[in-house]
């Protein structure tokens, strides 16, 4: 199947300070990825949409500001979080769509943002 | 939006017992229904799906059903085995590469 690939898989950083996560799609296009937040215990939430070449399209309640997502180029998206702060900690994933991978999303494995 | 509940939430089965779980969804069009597997720390498996057109979909012991009129749809786990032990997640989207949206999930226990 399709791989994506995520970095960093772990990340440990001050209050205030901003972390880059990045999504790479190793063997396919990735015309549409997704970006989730996934808290201890609890399902995935959707953060924003992001079509290579547009802007993204955030969910309610997510912050543009804070969450910059850049999707660039066809294999590979970027979150940054701004200024981040401890409710910011949180296991950050990535999925990406598009040609070569069906239908299916294939999902990165995973960022795990610790803010001190 | 979208809105898909789960059921139940937590889920302990004897090892060799069947397991089942529930979700339904609210968008009419909605046409895609992915099963994921999530052990701790690590990404969602897709573990079996289906589409609209069809009603079941049976993947060796995994099996999934669908209800559109009801908006409804399953998963049926039989001879359950210590390592179908994780959180099982049910999603719905209106297919091609538009988001999902995920149930709450629940945390299947086999007990050996």
């Known amino acids: 199947g399709a791989v994506v690939s995520q970095h960093p898989s772990r990340v440990i950083c001050k209050s205030g300070t901003s972390v880059k996560i990045e999504c790479r799609s190793l063997?396919?296009?990735?015309?549409?990825m997704f970006w989730y937040r996934q808290f201890p215990k609890k399902s995935l939430m959707l953060m924003a949409t992001s079509n290579e070449g547009s802007k993204a399209t955030y969910e309610q309640g997510v912050e543009k500001d804070k969450f910059l997502i850049n999707h660039a180029s066809l294999t590979l998206s970027t979150l940054t979080v701004t200024s981040a702060h401890p409710e910011d900690s949180s296991f950050y994933i990535c999925?990406?769509?598009?040609?070569?991978?069906?239908?299916?999303?294939?999902f990165g494995p995973g960022t795990r943002l610790t803010v001190l | 939006g979208e809105n898909v509940e789960q059921h139940p939430s937590t889920l302990s089965v004897q090892e060799g017992d069947s397991a089942v779980i529930k979700c339904t969804y609210s968008?009419?069009?909605?046409?895609?229904f992915p099963w994921y597997k999530q052990e701790l720390g690590k990404r969602p498996q897709l573990i079996i799906d289906i589409r609209s057109n069809v009603g079941e979909k049976k993947d060796q012991r995994i099996a999934v059903t669908l209800n559109k009129t009801a908006k409804h749809f399953s998963l049926h786990i039989t001879e359950t085995q210590p390592e179908d032990s994780a959180v099982y997640f049910c999603a719905a989207s209106r297919g091609g590469n538009e988001k999902l949206t995920f149930g709450t999930g629940t945390r299947l226990t086999i007990i050996p």
């Open positions: 999925s990406a769509s598009g040609q070569g991978a069906g239908n299916e999303q294939f």
């Open positions: 063997d396919f296009q990735a015309t549409t």
């Open positions: 968008d009419s069009a909605s046409n895609y």
